[in-house]
């Protein structure tokens, strides 16, 4: 169980274009997603938090009307990198949690590698 | 701030060889603290939560214990398949339901055969 995936896997983009990534949570309702920036041997570094129905919370740094962020279902964000310039290129990692099992456990997914040319 | 050192950064070991990463934190009243691998490419894979001080999990060869300030993760003689990155995150009390996790940079461990 506890199962999120992401799509695409990994996607190029020229500079100037908009791309979007998908997280889904599979075989649970998630209360709340997060999106994460991971450059290489960096550590994951949190960039918004969202609640399904609400805007959501970006931290500080993080441009919002840069990266767009909709929860629109209890499974279900999306992430659009919009503008996007190869500064943006990184690898962009969704998770999910629940409060249904009052763990405050996090899934991850797989991961998405963005490369803006 | 809350924040997590994770030591050492990079740690090479010969299959078998047992060992101990560890994660120091600081944080404004911890709700739990929490053990991912990650391999290349990939998103993080859970491993473990503790909750607090004194509290130990074991799962196959690896073993996370907690203290007030820090927690180690120890590997029994390891294999091959162990070689990943760890990665090491808390999460505060804080208002509201699910609250983010502060990362350590991980320890990248390499099992040689």
């Known amino acids: 169980g506890a199962v999120v995936s992401q799509h695409p896997s990994w996607v190029i983009c020229k500079s100037g274009t908009s791309v979007k990534i998908e997280c889904r949570s599979l075989?649970?309702?998630?209360?709340?997603m997060f999106w994460y920036r991971q450059f290489p041997k960096q550590s994951l570094m949190l960039m918004a938090t969202s609640n399904e129905g609400s805007k959501a919370t970006y931290e500080q740094g993080v441009e919002k009307d840069k990266f767009l962020i909709n929860h629109a279902s209890l499974t279900l964000s999306t992430l659009t990198v919009t503008s996007a310039h190869p500064e943006d290129s990184s690898f962009y990692i969704c998770?999910?949690?629940?409060?249904?099992?009052?763990?405050?456990?996090?899934?991850f997914g797989p991961g998405t590698r963005l490369t803006v040319t | 701030e809350d924040q997590v050192t994770q030591s050492p950064e990079a740690l090479r070991l010969q299959e078998g060889e047992s060992s101990s990463l560890n994660c120091s934190y600081t944080v404004s009243g911890l709700r739990g603290l929490f053990w991912y691998r990650q391999d290349p490419g990939k998103g993080p894979e859970f491993l473990f939560t503790l909750y607090s001080a004194g509290e130990e999990k074991e799962k196959e060869r690896l073993k996370a214990t907690l203290t007030k300030k820090e927690s180690f993760l120890h590997i029994t003689a390891p294999k091959p398949e162990d070689s990943a990155t760890y990665l090491c995150?808390?999460?505060?009390w804080g208002q509201g339901g699910s609250e983010k996790l502060v990362f350590g940079k991980g320890t990248k461990l390499t099992v040689n055969p």
């Open positions: 995150a808390v999460q505060a």
């Open positions: 998770s999910a949690s629940s409060l249904l099992d009052n763990s405050y456990e996090q899934y």
């Open positions: 075989d649970f309702q998630a209360t709340t």
